[in-house]
T-cell receptor, first 111, second 113 residues
Framework: GESVGLHLPTLSVQEGDNSIINCAYSNSASDYFIWYKQESGKGPQFIID?????DKRQGQRVTVLLNKTVKHLSLQIAATQPGDSAVYFCAEGRSARQLTFGSGTQLTVLP | DAGVTQSPTHLIKTRGQQVTLRCSPK?????VSWYQQALGQGPQFIFQYYEEEERQRGNFPDRFSGHQFPNYSSELNVNALLLGDSALYLCASSGGQGGRELFFGEGSRLTVL
C-alpha cells in the first residue's frame, strides 16, 4: 500500500547548526507535499509545502527539497534554535484534502 | 482571530460507549477534516466535510461518522468504542483565502478503558 516513512525516528543537533530531516514516500501520484511541526500537547503546525512540479522551495530558515526520481523529501532548517525542538511530520497527497502522514522524526536541539 | 477550536480537550470512555467530538474551524474556512493520531504515530485521515457533506473518507469503519453544520462547525461521532480508538483526534480546517493550507486544532484526547 501507499505509505510515507521517515529514515530516522530521532535527530539531535547542536544549537546553531543546520538540521536535515528526511522522508521517503511511495505514492508516485502524489502532487502535494507538506512538512508539519508538532510540539508536545499541540496540533501539527504547517511549516512549508511544495508541489510536484517543483524541486525546491524556501521559506524563513527552512527549505524543502523534493526528489521525485527517488521519491524523497527533505526539510532543512538553518541555524537550528531550541524552539525548533519538536516532532516533524512529512505528509503527501494528491491535494491538501486528504493527506497521508509519516510517523514523524523527533528533533532535539542541544544547547 | 481564533484558530481551530476543539472540545472537549480530554475525555475518558469505556468500551462500547459512544463519543461526540466538536470542532469550530478557523474564521473564513469552510472545509473541515478529521484525523486520528495514535500515540507516537502520524495523523491518519478519517474524513472531510464541505458544504455539510462528507467529501472524502479514509480507511475507517462506519462506526466513525460526522456532521457539518451551516456555520461550518463539525462533529465527529464514534460508536461502539474499542480500546484501539484511544487516540488524539485532530480537526483541521481549510478554505477561503487560506487556500490549501490546513490549520489544525489542539485535538481531543480520547481514552477508552
Amino acid at each position: 500500500g501507499e505509505s510515507v516513512g521517515l529514515h530516522l525516528p530521532t535527530l539531535s543537533v547542536q544549537e546553531g547548526d543546520n538540521s536535515i530531516i528526511n522522508c521517503a514516500y511511495s505514492n508516485s501520484a502524489s502532487d502535494y507535499f507538506i512538512w508539519y511541526k508538532q510540539e508536545s500537547g499541540k496540533g501539527p503546525q504547517f511549516i512549508i509545502d511544495i508541489r510536484s512540479n517543483m524541486d525546491k522551495r524556501q521559506g524563513q530558515r527552512v527549505t524543502v527539497l523534493l526528489n521525485k526520481t527517488v521519491k524523497h523529501l527533505s526539510l532543512q532548517i538553518a541555524a537550528t534554535q531550541p524552539g525548533d525542538s519538536a516532532v516533524y511530520f512529512c505528509a503527501e497527497g494528491r491535494s491538501a484534502r486528504q493527506l497521508t502522514f509519516g510517523s514523524g522524526t523527533q528533533l532535539t536541539v542541544l544547547p | 482571530d481564533a484558530g481551530v477550536t476543539q472540545s472537549p480537550t480530554h475525555l475518558i470512555k469505556t468500551r462500547g460507549q459512544q463519543v461526540t467530538l466538536r470542532c469550530s474551524p478557523k474564521s473564513g474556512h469552510d472545509t473541515v477534516s478529521w484525523y486520528q493520531q495514535a500515540l507516537g504515530q502520524g495523523p491518519q485521515f478519517i474524513f472531510q466535510y464541505y458544504e455539510e457533506e462528507e467529501r472524502q473518507r479514509g480507511n475507517f469503519p462506519d462506526r466513525f461518522s460526522g456532521h457539518q453544520f451551516p456555520n461550518y462547525s463539525s462533529e465527529l461521532n464514534v460508536n461502539a468504542l474499542l480500546l484501539g480508538d484511544s487516540a488524539l483526534y485532530l480537526c483541521a480546517s481549510s478554505g477561503g483565502q487560506g487556500g490549501r493550507e490546513l490549520f489544525f486544532g489542539e485535538g481531543s484526547r480520547l481514552t477508552v478503558l
